[in-house]
């Protein structure tokens, strides 16, 4: 009896611990499903970027490894099963986004996931050459090709401003549009881009240089006062630059000179009487010197002279100069005041108190102010260089241009001390002086000022001037012969200590710059220097006083 209890008690037991066991296992069987997410779900890129790829990570409570399983969002961007987000060939500019699913391997934990790649546009670099040079004879065929860096393919071009002269092809390369094209700076501008939208712009300067320009054609020349008249015609190519002067060659070794834009024609000073010279005719411009034409005719100057002129109008001519007209029995308006002589000395002007000008000789009319009226009157007038103009100065300091002649400044519009009495020009024609009756000089244009006499007490008041060859200096005169020298110009003596008949009213210097001539209002003339004495009016009785000479 004792056993078979036991046998059932230990058969409860069992059954018992079978139970609890079998619990046991059914209470931790059972697993619990997570949500599975994927990061980054955005980035961006450009379009020059090529071969892009990110990997999105995976996190929360599922059992690694995890799958991925793209739904949609198109071709662009492929997630790979291990969630390698690549793209498909290069993008364009815009949005592109990859959706789909992700999982555990058993297929418990689940999740979604959500990728955005936003593309922009790349910037395109123009790179050398941004330049380019051409010769005026060849910039006919000029062509040059713009290069870039930052397009994925290949970029097109289209022109947007710039010069009418240069285009652009779809492909970047820059030609020339008609022509030659003239020297100077021809500019183009413009975008280009590729088939991903990436952007640029291009500049483009072409500089075209000028060749040197023809010879020009020689015409005649003529001789003057130890000066001879050179004339000439324009070449007939200026190298596609603008003539800047001309450069006159005398024969003999006598140095050259160098004649302003635009003339064709210019007196040689400075040079030999009784010599005989043939002369040479360059154009310039910004290549150099061209070549030279063929000699002129030869010519001789002769001996030197010059001319008085009284108020009415009259003429007086000494030495070689040779009387070519006058006012002297004509009715004016108002008096002569003063004269000036062409650059080869074979004609003259003579200009009235009211502007009115009187043409002689090859001195021709280029307009005056005779039916103009005047806040003063004029007091004296000078000629250019060239002999195709010339200036006109009212006692104010007004300046009235005409033909060549530049209008460089005047005083005209302001207070001064003492009117101005007369005018001196450079010899390039490129300026001007003004002189007060108290010496006061006023420069205008390329004349220098070298000095006055405005705060010094004189004898007797400054009555002209005339400045030297080299324009780097000038001389006053007085009434009483008094010589004021500045810059370079030299003092060859003077009447200032001298009792005279009448007194001086003008003066002039001698062809070759190493003296002067002064003349009184008798016609008295006193001749220092290189000048020499060829006759006077002094002993005569005039009708009118004498007022300049020439």
Do not use: C, E
């Amino acid at each position: 009896m004792l056993r078979k209890a036991t046998r059932r008690t230990a058969l409860v037991a069992a059954v018992v611990v079978a139970a609890l066991v079998a619990s046991f296992a059914t209470f931790v069987a059972p697993a619990y499903a997570a949500t599975l997410t994927a990061s980054p779900t955005t980035d961006t890129a450009t379009t020059a970027t090529a071969g892009y790829m990110k990997q999105l990570i995976a996190s929360g409570q599922g059992l690694n490894p995890v799958q991925f399983m793209q739904t949609s969002g198109g071709t662009s961007l492929v997630v790979s099963g291990t969630g390698l987000v690549t793209t498909s060939g290069n993008l364009v500019a815009g949005s592109y986004t990859a959706m789909g699913n992700l999982t555990d391997v058993p297929g418990i934990d689940t999740g979604t996931f959500s990728f955005t790649l936003t593309v922009t546009p790349s910037t395109i670099t123009q790179i050398a050459p941004f330049t380019g040079t051409a010769s005026f004879s060849g910039s006919t065929s000029f062509s040059a090709q713009l290069l870039t860096s930052g397009a994925i393919t290949s970029p097109s071009f289209a022109k947007t401003g710039g010069s009418a002269n240069l285009a652009v092809s779809s492909g970047g390369l820059v030609t020339t549009v008609g022509g030659p094209l003239r020297a100077g700076a021809y500019a183009v501008n413009g975008t280009d881009s590729d088939t991903l939208g990436n952007l640029g712009t291009f500049s483009f300067t072409l500089t075209v240089n000028a060749d040197l320009p023809g010879p020009p054609t020689i015409q005649t020349a003529s001789p003057g006062n130890n000066s001879a008249k050179v004339r000439w015609l324009a070449p007939a190519s200026d190298g596609g630059g603008a003539i800047t002067g001309y450069l006159i060659t005398p024969s003999g070794g006598a140095p050259p000179v160098q004649a302003p834009a635009g003339s064709t024609s210019f007196t040689v000073p400075f040079l030999n009487d009784g010599t005989a010279y043939t002369f040479t005719v360059a154009a310039i411009n910004a290549a150099g010197t061209g070549p030279a034409s063929a000699p002129s005719n030869s010519v001789t100057p002769t001996p030197t002279g010059y001319w008085l002129v009284a108020s009415d109008g009259g003429i007086f001519s000494f030495g070689q100069n040779l009387f070519y007209g006058s006012t002297g029995g004509i009715h004016l308006n108002q008096p002569i005041v003063g004269m000036a002589s062409t650059p080869d000395d074979l004609g003259y002007w003579l200009v009235a108190s009211d502007g009115g000008i009187f043409a002689y000789g090859d001195a021709n009319f280029f307009g005056s102010t005779g039916s103009i009226h005047l806040n003063q009157p004029i007091v004296g007038m000078a000629s250019t260089p060239t002999g195709n103009g010339y200036w006109m100065v009212a006692s104010d300091g007004g300046i009235f241009t005409f033909g060549d002649a530049h209008f460089h400044g005047s005083t005209g519009g302001k207070h001064l001390n003492k009117p101005i009495v007369g005018m001196a020009a450079t010899p390039q024609g490129a300026g001007y002086w003004l002189v007060a009756s108290d010496g006061g000089i006023f420069t205008f244009g390329t004349a220098g000022y070298y000095g006055s006499t405005g705060g010094t007490p004189l004898n007797k008041p400054i009555v002209g001037m005339a400045s030297t060859s080299t324009g780097k200096g000038y001389w006053l005169v007085a009434s009483d012969g008094g010589i004021f020298a500045f810059g370079d110009a030299a003092f060859y003596g003077s009447t200032g200590s001298k009792v005279l008949n009448m007194p001086i009213v003008g003066m002039d210097i001698s062809p070759k710059g190493k003296g002067y001539w002064l003349v009184a209002s008798d016609g008295g003339i006193f001749a220092f220097g290189d000048a020499t004495f060829l006759g006077s009016t002094g002993g005569k009785v005039l009708n009118q006083p004498i007022v300049g000479m020439g």
